[in-house]
């Protein structure tokens, strides 16, 4: 009998990370209901549930020990749904589909960008999960590209002007690259929680909330956008750095075999 109890509550540990991913599938599947029939406020706030779900089925697999080969890959076909097809969908409906219809091609492609991408970008993650760095994510993380998407609808609603398709093909396009590009965006997972700070890092945590309170949607949406713009500034910046360093090695070296040479004659 303690044996039948002890396996009982093996399982239902394992079944409530999995209770979360199905959530999160739930909040995915229900963002392409709410697109299609035009709810495109309700479509977006569904996939930043998704995102809080995709963010506590990990945390609680690893808080319990319950991590499985069957959870990782139950979670990646799940954001594929959530973060793959719901956000392409969505930017569809609300902005690409009014590039008008000589252009519906262009239209849907832009969307399918974004779905093919994403699942590219869940394929390699998943082959390159052991051998990564934590500290980096290589290529925009295809949570990073749904929660831009959403955010913008919610901003877009809230300052009551419509969005440019335009613009949005060129995001859309855009985002489908960071998705599968090597570039490299701070993960966050090295951060300890539990270390201690000092009280500064406190008060930009309570400014922080300030501004989210003061608005709930601006905010988050620049905050996003500076998240998705950062990987491209930052490896801009690591490639000058290390033009500036292989330029200052190689006047390193002319100047000391010129050096050596001078030597050489005065012997």
Not at 64 to 83: K, N, P
Not at 151 to 166: G, I
Not at 174 to 202: A, T
Request: charge should be positive.
């Amino acid at each position: 009998m303690p044996k039948f109890k002890s396996k009982v509550a093996e399982r239902g540990v394992y079944l409530l990370p999995s209770l979360f991913t199905t959530m999160g599938l739930f909040a995915g599947f229900y963002s392409l209901i709410a697109s299609i029939q035009g709810n495109f406020e309700i479509a977006a706030w569904a996939i930043l549930a998704a995102a809080v779900f995709d963010i506590l089925d990990g945390r609680v697999a690893r808080l319990l020990h319950a991590e499985t080969d069957f959870g990782a890959e139950y979670d990646s076909l799940c954001d594929m749904l959530s973060f793959g097809v719901a956000p392409a969908i969505l930017v569809y409906f609300w902005a690409l589909v009014h590039l008008g219809p000589d252009l519906h091609r262009l239209s849907w492609l832009g969307g399918f960008f974004l779905v093919a991408c994403a699942a590219i970008r869940l394929a390699r993650f998943n082959t390159k999960l052991d051998v990564q760095d934590k500290r980096y994510f290589q290529g925009l993380p295809t949570p990073g590209a749904a929660l831009l998407i959403a955010l913008a609808v919610l901003y877009h609603v809230d300052a009551r002007f419509e969005p440019s398709p335009w613009l949005w093909l060129g995001f859309s396009v855009f985002l489908s690259w960071l998705m599968v590009s090597n570039v490299r965006f701070v993960s966050g997972k090295d951060i300890d929680l539990k270390q201690r700070r000092s009280s500064s890092v406190l008060l930009i945590i309570v400014a922080l909330v300030a501004l989210l309170a003061y608005d709930p949607y601006r905010v988050p949406f620049t905050i996003m956008l500076a998240y998705c713009l950062h990987g491209p500034l930052m490896s801009l910046w690591q490639n000058r750095r290390l033009a500036q360093l292989r330029q200052a090695r190689k006047l390193k070296r002319k100047k000391k075999q010129r050096s050596d040479q001078n030597q050489a004659n005065q012997d």
